[in-house]
């Protein structure tokens, strides 16, 4: 199964962030990354594999990090997660069972249902922790895309690529 998984595609509230959000004085909200995370996608990346953003809600701080993180597929705005997913694939040339999702909240089920590796973050709600294939130690937005980047790549005989690019 782990081996034709091309795909790493990412809910963002609640998997790349805690959830949290924070509203300025000024009505600015600012949403926190973890930077663990960034470096599981850098790994997933660095393998030859492509990652997207599929995200209900939209704003800039998601956007400037996938400009960080070199991720042309996102998709903002999603008010229908599944047609945002479907779209993408077909925009990737990817089938359901090449595409790795994590999702923590029911609107991520509909997708959850479809891919080959769905993932959900130790915080997800019930349902979602129900129909995750893996659920991570780590909560949303504290390293979750880290450690299931770790454990695919590690299943798919990829790891010690990742590691040798740091001189181990």
Not at 41 to 50: D, E, H, L
Not at 156 to 164: A, I, Y
Request: hydrophobic share 40%; proline share 2%.
């Amino acid at each position: 199964m782990y081996d034709d998984l091309q795909l790493l595609l990412l809910d963002v509230d609640g998997v790349l962030t805690d959830g949290s959000l924070l509203i300025d004085e000024t009505g600015r909200s600012v949403q926190r990354f973890n930077i663990k995370d960034g470096m599981g996608i850098r790994a997933w990346q660095s393998c030859g594999f492509q990652v997207g953003l599929l995200s209900a809600r939209s704003g800039r701080a998601v956007t400037l990090r996938a400009m960080e993180l070199d991720i042309d597929l996102v998709t903002l705005g999603a008010a229908d997660k599944l047609t945002g997913y479907e779209n993408l694939c077909r925009r990737v040339g990817v089938r359901d069972e090449q595409v790795v999702y994590i999702g923590d909240d029911l609107n991520d089920l509909p997708v959850l249902c479809r891919v080959a590796l769905p993932i959900a973050p130790a915080d997800a709600v019930s349902e979602v922790r129900q129909v995750a294939k893996r659920v991570t130690e780590a909560k949303g937005g504290r390293g979750c895309v880290r450690e299931a980047v770790e454990h695919v790549l590690k299943e798919k005989g990829l790891w010690d690529r990742v590691l040798e690019r740091y001189g181990l």
